[in-house]
């Protein structure tokens, strides 16, 4: 069946015009969106428009476009950025569907596409029991093939998009990025951050060596970057600070007294916030400096493999933890976060009292999430764009055109 498509803003990389393509290859209209110089760069050759209007006539410019050319698919990448949230309501007067990219929800060589929403807005079940149900009707899970991802084509993609906001910013006068900083003081940061990077290493090398020496039962707090849509619109949290502040007063009032707290910053923190500061002085308030140990690197899947429970807010590294059998507590909402999974008698009696997830409904819940939102691919390079390209269209072809009535 003919479909119409209306493409928003995807990532800064080909792979939304590479999609674009391919679906118009196979017979659909495809139209793309341009909200910044950085889409135009990547809009490819074929039929798009520019937004250059206010945020505030997003809605009103959408259910117009959407009637226009009779839309019956939208995509876009990050469901809760600010130039998309209108579009889900637009939609659902129209019928049309809203197809969702996101990063993997398992890593690497995945990335997800979901209807409706991706993470704390995905339609995935919370139900552990509607999982085990499913588990005779579901493919065991692909491995996947690896894509040779680089983090080096990932940040030319990036600095080339923000650079070509910089370029046509007359053209788009009304554009606010979701990023909360601009793009070369972020790089800025990590410039800083990979100079100091063999320091880190190092240092996050002894502090474990020391930890494993001394046997002591340790929990393990992976960070967020502060500005992910995890932390800013699926958390009671105003940022990574308040988490850690909750975390760390109440690991020092119920967890024994034996018990270690490592906080493993995230690989891809620009060092604007000085989280490593903020929890040597909050550990010294509270009177646990000598069980609190902060790094900023680290072998994630051996400090995995020995820790005594991870807390976190709901990272994609709460999918590794359970894939490593660890006792997990996830203090946002997260597709994971479920009797069986996830600790949910709160997080003051998740230090004494939490067990390991369940396997068997671990090994149901994993299946099912890749083989129904996952695509074996990435956005960034060249066999890691064909990967997704030809799996997306698969899935987008495959989907039923049915439209959920809840729009958050």
């Known amino acids: 069946m003919r479909r119409s498509f209306l493409v928003l803003q995807g990532t800064a990389s080909p792979f939304f015009s590479r999609l674009a393509d391919a679906l118009r290859s196979r017979g659909h209209r495809v139209r793309r969106v341009n909200f910044c110089g950085g889409d135009l760069v990547y809009a490819g050759n074929g039929m798009s428009c520019d937004y250059t209007g206010p945020a505030g006539e997003l809605a009103r410019w959408y259910a117009d476009a959407l009637r226009a050319d009779s839309v019956t698919d939208v995509i876009l990448f990050g469901d809760c950025r600010t130039i998309h949230r209108p ?3 637009a939609a659902r007067d129209q019928g049309a569907a809203v197809h969702v990219f996101e990063e993997g929800y398992v890593r690497p060589h995945w990335l997800t596409l979901e209807r409706y929403g991706v993470n704390g807005r995905s339609l995935l079940p919370r139900d552990p029991a509607w999982y085990l149900s499913q588990r005779d009707s579901t493919p065991p899970r692909d491995l996947g093939r690896a894509t040779g991802y680089k983090l080096s084509v990932r940040a ?5 998009y923000r650079a070509a906001n910089t370029l046509h910013q007359a053209r788009f006068p009304n554009y606010r990025s ?5 793009g070369f003081v972020e790089y800025a940061g990590l410039a800083a951050r990979a100079i100091r990077q063999p320091l880190y290493d190092r240092e996050a090398e002894r502090v474990t060596r020391r930890l494993f020496a001394s046997k002591r039962p340790y929990y393990l707090l992976p960070l967020q970057v502060n500005a992910d849509a995890q932390i800013v619109h699926h958390s009671p949290f105003e940022g990574v600070r308040e988490s850690i502040d909750v975390v760390l007063r109440s690991f020092a009032l119920n967890a024994s007294a034996g018990h270690d ?11 604007h916030f000085d989280y490593r500061g903020h929890v040597g002085r909050l550990s010294r308030e509270l009177g646990i400096a000598d069980r609190v140990m902060f790094i900023d690197a680290g072998h994630l ?8 429970g991870v807390v976190l807010v709901n990272s994609t590294t709460g999918m590794s933890a359970l894939y490593h059998h660890c006792p997990l507590v996830a203090l946002g909402t997260a597709i994971y976060d479920m009797p069986g999974l996830t600790w ?17 409904l671990f090994q149901a819940f994993l ?3 890749i083989y129904h939102t996952q695509i074996n691919g990435d ?6 764009i064909d990967m997704a390209v030809a799996g997306s269209v698969r899935r987008l072809e495959a989907t039923r055109m049915e439209v959920s009535d809840a729009v958050t």
């Open 379 to 384: 956005f960034y390079t060249r066999k890691g």
């Open 87 to 89: 579009v889900h309501f």
């Open 367 to 369: 299946d099912y999430v």
């Open 178 to 182: 979701h990023r909360p900083r601009n």
């Open 156 to 160: 030319f993609h990036d600095i080339r």
């Open 344 to 360: 949910q008698g709160g997080l003051d009696t998740f230090w004494r009292h939490a067990g390991p997830p369940d396997e068997r």
């Open 261 to 271: 707290l490592v906080v493993k910053n995230h690989p891809l923190d620009t060092g």
């Open 301 to 308: 899947p051996t400090l995995l493999d020995h820790t005594r």
